[in-house]
């Protein structure tokens, strides 16, 4: 069926994710997704919601997988690159036991920090190491540590897409065989699937890299994937080996 999404909907997917209809989104949220989000989930993501990026903010529905993947690999050492507000991180948090650690990697310390006082709030700051930096340099730091490769369980990236692969060739370093990796707005508002002259100007040059990410992590047979079109899109990998 032909996407019918105008340019103001490809700016902002959160308002219907990628179905049909707001109304469906909405269906879903109120009846699978709110119902069961945490109180200090949802203290964060309405207070987020009047911040000027919070597109950037992890979709509720993707957040929702994402926590029960957590659980369902038993995750403890975790890396996040792209925090934004935290809302994805204190997912994190409260889905991994009490002596669990997240390394969250950010450029920018002031917008995690309007979600820190929820965060500390739920007793989860303790979980958290958080690192004010570009991710190439952390990631290649802990690298430096033998000790570090295949220790940790689970990554989940939503940052730079034009350094995703360089992020998936160093993170799957750092996971274990068994662990997983996710990648989000791997569908980019739907605009992979567009002809590029229909996609908004200001979307493109990520589109581009989305596309070639996409493309090569179809033909890397070290993980299993998994495309699943919740919030954005997010592409899930199993390293294999």
Known sequence: MENTMNNNSLLNPNDKGLLQSTELYQYILETSVYPREPAPLQELRIATASHPGSIMSTAPDAAQLMGMLLKLVNAKKTIEIG?????????????????GKVIAIDVDRETY???????????????????????????????????????????????DKENYWNYHERLLK???????IIFDNTLWGGTVARPEEAVPGIMRDARTSILEFNKSISADHRVEISAAPLGDGMTICRRIY
């Open 113 to 159: 920090e309007l979600g820190l006082p929820i965060i500390r709030k739920a007793g989860l700051e303790h979980k958290i190491n958080f690192i004010e930096s570009q991710a190439i340099p952390v990631l290649d730091k802990l690298l430096q540590n033998v000790e570090n490769e295949g220790s940790f369980d689970f990554a989940f990236v939503d940052a």
């Open 174 to 180: 750092l996971v274990k065989v068994g662990g997983l």
């Open 83 to 99: 925090v934004y507000t935290g809302y994805s991180l204190l997912l994190t948090a409260l889905s991994i036991p009490d002596d």
